[in-house]
């Protein structure tokens, strides 16, 4: 079975780090891309951007360039995305997600069951 | 960035409605438009992808049109576990955003 499994929710303050992970199983994880996206509470769905593990070729969006760090861990079929710091309004559920398409980083067929991401003081 | 906006942003309907979501386009993407429900608490989850195709497991009530810059989701007969927001996303260039979501909700 195809699956994206993601870690568990978090609870940080404003100023910390975090890395939480995507690991992909039941595919060839260095085929296909694999995103992220963020939904902030109540809110809709926003492409933050998307890694090919295969040669770690990323993109990002525009509004999360320079915000975040997606990498990937090819060698343990793992994706990642990261803060060096912080803020409240990082606060919302992130999923990561692959395309049906290997091919281009089209449609997400594929999701993960989403990361919670808490920051508070 | 190629912008999506939905319309409407919320509905209500009745179980056995036929109901129909558009999305537009800032510029022609072609036929690069799909189509997600996600349900509260839960995942999204991919209905229709470039413009018409149905993903496989996706009831065939739901179909999609359009290209260029005008499509349109339909339900044929909404069913109860219909509920749900829906998104249109472009995947035609960089970055391929979402659109803002339709609430379809029980009348």
């Known amino acids: 079975e195809v699956q994206l499994v993601q870690s568990g929710a978090e609870v940080k303050k404003p100023g910390e780090s975090l890395k939480i992970s995507c690991k992909g199983s039941g595919y060839s994880f260095t085929s296909y891309w694999i995103g992220w996206v963020r939904q902030m509470p109540g809110k809709g769905l926003e492409w933050m951007g998307i890694?090919?593990?295969?040669?770690?070729?990323?993109r990002y969006s525009p509004s999360f360039q320079g915000q975040v760090t997606i990498s990937a861990d090819k060698s343990i079929s793992t994706a990642y995305l990261q803060w060096s710091s912080l803020k409240a309004s990082d606060t919302a559920m992130y999923y990561c997600?692959?395309?049906?398409?290997?091919?281009?980083?089209?449609?997400?067929?594929?999701w993960g069951q989403g990361t919670m991401v808490t920051v508070s003081s | 960035d190629i912008q999506m906006t939905q319309s409407p942003s919320s509905l209500s309907a009745s179980v056995g409605d036929r109901v129909t979501i558009t999305c537009r386009a800032s510029q022609s993407i072609s036929s690069y438009l799909n189509w997600y429900q996600q349900k509260p608490g839960k995942a999204p989850n991919l209905l229709i992808y470039?413009?018409?195709s149905l993903q496989s497991g996706v009831p065939s009530r739901f179909s999609g049109s359009g290209s260029g810059t005008d499509f349109t989701l339909t339900i044929s007969s909404l069913q109860p576990e219909d509920f749900a927001t829906y998104y249109c996303?472009?995947?035609?260039?960089?970055?391929?955003?979402f659109g803002g979501g339709t609430k379809v909700e029980i009348k």
């Open positions: 997600a692959r395309p049906t398409d290997s091919s281009s980083f089209g449609a997400f067929g594929i």
């Open positions: 996303q472009q995947s035609y260039s960089t970055p391929p955003l």
């Open positions: 890694i090919y593990p295969g040669d770690s070729d990323t």
């Open positions: 470039a413009a018409s």
